[in-house]
């Protein structure tokens, strides 16, 4: 995720800690491996609500640790109906660090000229969420993790909508 090694290198070292050796097993489990990492289905009302949030006139970005490029996310993003809702995209493969370094937090909002009291960081995982809370941005726990701690825990995607932190006349996210 760091951006260290390519994708392909990753799913070739991943499938010889497995002990596969033979070339041509690398080449079709790095295949399998790939068209696994395409397969991407998103959360019920995942789409309306990031078109209800533009539409407010909200900023939207991506922070995300991942070994895609932003142009393979965004192809997925464009398959799910929101392709073109992004302000930003922050990657920690094209910046070389991952979360909870708040370089890549900063990159972000800076990139959107916010604040970070004025920005809401939505995410699953403790240490992500913590990192956006270090940077003084506001958090929102969804399909979390456990020992996560967030100001705001929903169930629903589609929970952001009617949010207090996304009613104030400043608030971005």
Known sequence: HSGLISQDEFRRETLRLYGVTCEE?????????????NNVAFFPGVKETLLMLK????????????AHSISQ???????GGFGD??????????????KPDPRIYHAALQQLGVPPQEAVFVGHKPSELDGARSVGMHTVAFNHDLGA????????????IDLPLLVGDAAHA
């Open 25 to 37: 097993d690398l080449i079709l489990g790095a295949t399998i491996l790939e068209a696994h990492g």
């Open 55 to 66: 539409e407010r006139g909200y900023y939207l970005g991506i922070i995300t640790d991942t």
């Open 73 to 79: 996310k965004i192809a997925w993003f464009e398959k």
């Open 85 to 98: 809702v992004w302000d930003t995209i922050i990657s920690s493969f094209e910046l070389e660090t991952t």
């Open 149 to 160: 701690q967030a100001e705001v825990f929903i169930e629903n995607f589609g929970d952001l």
